[in-house]
């Protein structure tokens, strides 16, 4: 009965699902691969995951809620270097990503040109890499609440449901940026420019509802950037301990898929051209 | 037994699309329905062969006869653009020795990646990590990282890797004429061992080597098969043209 209904999905959808699971292996070897060659040879190795993201918590912390008080609009100081740093981790994976995305195929060159390599795998590994950083940087956050606010709201279990989508819809950019990097290497300038702007453009630093309770249609735009409405999601269920509107998280998730099955099928529509073009 | 052959190709062809700009190639994408940015670059036109199972066939031909685009064809890495092939079984390629590996990792490491790449499953590396260790042979520098390798203890660890991924295709590229004497002989040992399980398709411009370890020669010219058949007859046909072709520049000179 289950594989009969597995079977009815019609198989456009499930197509990168079932490609991933046949590389399973190789995408587990190369996200290894990425993390080995990352440590070596550093002192520190992954403890680096660790400290990069308290360093950063701590300067928020100390930086952003001393200095402007306004913008923290009557959280407690900790509160508001929590719902920076949730907005931060947020924000750095998708900009990680959408920096490197454009050279990933000219970063592998040769598995792409030289060894029977799936290349389509390289945005599963990239983005899975990015994720364990941001999964860490997570746990740091768990940590510092704990220890500042002595608990956690009970809605933070529903992490992992923000989470797999986020993941989908990052791995759909990955794959649209990375097809599109390999034709011609002025997007990988386009999203050095763009990123900034978007990083204003996204709630980091404010919340939605303060820019919507000063300009509702400004407001709306920023609904627009889906990155932002993942981090609001984010921090009313790993924050402030509310569950966010079901219709907003169902369209979400949509709009992730959709994301995700188009970059796939991008990506592979162009990639027997990609190989000659590197 | 011999009824499935190991390669065929029917017809194959391959152009490559030749932009004036490189910005064209975004252009043909975003526009490609109405107009067309590049040119065509015919590099393989009609090659026809078969290679049969346990065969040792040798490719032979200038540069820029097609001979890489071939192989990147017949591994699955382009596409080609017109007519078909097909190749029966696992494909182990080294088109480029090194290509896949990362120098901060151990030859271990990277012939664990190395045969996921041609498909093993954790299960099988496990078992047959330790054989392409010995096969290697390369002692205490298996367990450094490989950009303290030598090009031959490289080139070593890419044929344990595809000796013991249970390939049943071989395909190498120049790889064999960057060693030394000793390493070539160690090659040539290589080869045969594998033949005896697999397929073989070798390009190299050292003659003498493929003279004495292939079953056939495949000269390459122009993109077609200019002659195939006996190792001796293919390659002194090959000499004798290259000779009547330098003879040819040097009196034209």
Redesign the interface.
């Known amino acids: 009965m289950r594989r009969h209904l597995l079977a009815s999905i019609p198989p456009v959808y499930v197509a990168p699902f079932e490609r991933a699971w046949r590389n399973r292996?190789?995408i587990?070897?190369?996200v290894?691969?990425e993390f080995?060659?990352r440590f070596?040879?550093s002192a520190l190795g992954p403890l680096w995951a660790v400290i990069s993201p308290l360093f950063m918590l701590l300067t928020y912390t100390a930086l952003f809620s001393l200095t402007v008080p306004q913008l923290s609009a009557g959280m407690s100081v900790t509160e508001y270097a929590s719902s920076i740093f949730i907005g931060l981790i947020a924000f750095n994976l998708f900009s990680e990503l959408a920096y490197r995305a454009p050279m990933l195929l000219h970063e592998h060159v040769?598995?792409?040109?030289?060894?029977?390599?799936p290349s389509e795998t390289i945005a599963w590994t990239a983005t899975i890499r990015a994720f364990t950083y941001a999964g860490v940087a997570f746990a740091v956050y768990i940590v510092f609440r704990l220890l500042t606010a002595g608990t956690l709201p009970l809605t933070i279990v529903l992490t992992p449901l923000l989470v797999a989508p986020f993941f989908l819809f990052i791995l759909g950019v990955v794959w649209f940026l990375m097809a599109?990097g390999a034709?011609?290497?002025?997007v990988a300038h386009i999203m050095a420019s763009i990123v900034p702007v978007l990083m204003f453009a996204t709630p980091i630093f404010y919340r939605l509802d303060q820019i919507a309770a000063m300009s509702g249609s400004v407001a709306l735009w920023l609904r627009l950037n889906i990155v932002g409405d993942y981090i609001e999601m984010l921090r009313s269920v790993a924050l402030d301990g509310t569950v966010p509107n079901v219709f907003g998280y169902l369209a979400l998730v949509a709009i992730s898929y959709a994301v995700f099955i188009g970059g796939y099928q991008f990506f592979m529509r162009?990639k027997?051209?990609i190989?000659?073009?590197i | 037994m011999s009824s499935e052959p190991s390669i065929l190709c029917a017809g194959v062809g391959k152009a490559f699309q030749l932009y004036a700009h490189q910005n064209d190639q975004l252009k043909q994408i975003l526009f490609g329905l109405w107009k067309k940015f590049y040119r065509d670059k015919w590099v393989l036109h009609d090659v026809n062969f078969t290679v049969e199972k346990g065969e040792r066939v040798g490719i032979v031909g200038r540069n820029g006869a097609g001979k890489t685009t071939l192989l990147q064809i017949l591994c699955g890495i382009t596409q080609p653009t017109k007519g078909e092939f097909r190749v029966a079984g696992r494909i182990a390629p080294i088109l480029a020795l090194g290509s896949g590996f990362d120098g901060l990792l151990t030859g271990r490491e990277n012939a664990r990646i190395g045969a996921a790449i041609l498909g093993l499953s954790r299960k099988e590396v496990d078992a047959c990590i330790d054989d392409i260790a010995a096969f290697a042979d390369i002692g205490p520098f298996f367990e450094q990282p490989m950009r303290t390798y030598s090009m031959g203890m490289i080139a070593r660890v890419a044929f344990g890797i595809c000796a013991y991924a249970k390939a049943d295709v071989l395909i190498v590229d120049e790889a064999l004429s960057v060693g030394d004497e000793i390493f070539q002989r160690k090659c040539e040992r290589y080869i045969a061992e594998f033949a005896r399980t697999g397929t073989i398709l070798m390009v190299s411009h050292d003659l003498n080597f493929l003279a004495s370890l292939c079953d056939r020669v495949l000269w390459l010219e122009g993109g077609v098969v200019r002659e195939v058949g006996d190792p001796k007859k293919v390659i002194a046909d090959y000499r004798r043209a290259m000779l009547a072709e330098e003879d040819h520049a040097s009196g034209v000179a």
């Open positions: 292996e190789l587990r070897a190369v290894r691969r080995i060659s070596r040879g040769n598995f792409v040109k030289k060894s029977i390599f599109l034709f011609t290497r002025d162009y027997s051209v190989v000659d073009v």
